[in-house]
């Protein structure tokens, strides 16, 4: 027995774990969760949960968290119309936001885009003013 350590491939090829892995019909969606939309990170479903709308994928860490600071702090909520219209278009308008900074009242457009680290964020974009107006 020549056992230098080594193995050849050749020998432990049928053992290796490449092809024939068809996860398409296995995947897994936790339990009590509606789907509502694809994830923009990975495609996979993003399910309706306790605490945020996840994607369906383990290894993926998309999430849209409900109680969610960048909209609490314009007095909006992560409700399952927003978090399906962000899905399916990256982008959602939303009408009668409060800053609870300013106390101002507007209406914006809420665009979402995924960092580097599968991670949610978000942008505010305003609708732009027919007459033109500086305002600080
Ligand atoms: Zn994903």
């Known amino acids: 027995m020549a056992d230098n350590g080594w193995v050849d491939a050749a020998d432990i090829e049928e053992e290796l774990p490449f092809g024939g892995f068809d996860n398409s019909e296995d995947v897994e969606v936790p339990a009590g969760g509606d789907v509502i939309g694809k994830c923009p990170v990975c495609g996979a479903d993003v399910v309706d949960r306790d605490q945020a709308y996840f994607c369906s994928?383990?290894?993926?860490?998309?999430?849209?968290?409900?109680?969610?600071?960048?909209f609490q702090s314009i007095t909006k909520e992560m409700t399952k119309e927003l978090a399906t219209e962000l899905l399916e278009k990256g982008e959602a308008k939303l009408e009668k936001c409060v800053s609870v900074r300013t106390g101002k009242t507007f209406n914006c457009v809420v665009k979402m885009t995924t960092d580097d680290e599968e991670r949610a964020?978000?942008?505010?974009e305003f609708p732009k003013r027919k007459k033109k107006s500086k305002e600080d």
């Open 121 to 124: 964020q978000f942008a505010l």
């Open 57 to 70: 994928d383990y290894d993926c860490s998309f999430a849209l968290w409900k109680n969610n600071r960048f």
